[in-house]
């Protein structure tokens, strides 16, 4: 193996590891921000503290659509799938048998959504644009559980073509560490006598 192509082995693992974070924490910022979403189980607990949960709900929502934007952004610098698409473009060698014009068709496939995601990112969490004059577009819950579900899943089939290894593929595992507070939290407001 030459150089430059050690330099790109190198590359394209680090891109596929940072890929991976990226991917993991909008997942999880996905999966707080719905979990402190106020239920009817949990809007008394999370009322009580709503000088905490309510911002903190606002905060993983808008880090969720940065999240996803990174790993959607067209920009040369950002551990992205076009940047894996780019360089995979480039050498096929780096992932046998990806079929680029599939995954490009993919991701592409999502672009309604992730337009709107993109324009609430730069017009309400990364920025705060005054001009909104009208509504944006609605980004729907389901839509962006499949969204995610689907960028695991390319995420998998590239990493898995790269180095025949399942181990550290893309896989999210829940914690429910969000609901497991907000239930503590309950029983105890319950044995103070503070809330129903």
Not at 48 to 70: D, L, M, S
Not at 133 to 150: C, F, K, M, Y
Not at 174 to 185: A, E, K, V, Y
């Amino acid at each position: 193996m030459n150089a430059q192509s050690r330099d790109q082995l190198e590359e394209f693992d680090s891109l596929l590891e940072d890929l991976r974070k990226q991917l993991l924490d909008a997942c999880t910022h996905f999966d707080i921000w719905l979990e402190l979403w106020p239920t009817e189980d949990k809007v008394h607990v999370i009322n009580a503290y709503k000088g905490f949960f309510v911002p903190t709900r606002e905060a993983h929502r808008n880090q969720w659509f940065i999240k996803v934007c990174n790993v959607v952004s067209n920009d040369r610098r950002a551990p992205s799938f076009y940047r894996v698409i780019n360089m995979l473009h480039k050498n096929a060698r780096l992932a046998p048998g990806v079929d680029l014009r599939a995954l490009r068709t993919r991701v592409n496939s999502q672009k309604k959504l992730l337009e709107a995601i993109n324009d609430y990112r730069n017009k309400r969490a990364a920025h705060w644009d005054t001009t909104v004059a009208q509504p944006l577009d609605p980004v729907l819950v389901g839509d962006s559980r499949r969204l995610l579900e689907e960028l695991g899943k390319i995420f998998n089939e590239v990493h898995y073509a790269h180095t025949r290894s399942q181990r550290w593929a893309f896989k999210l595992v829940q914690h429910g560490d969000t609901s497991l507070l907000l239930d503590n939290l309950r029983v105890a407001k319950r044995q103070t006598g503070t809330i129903a």
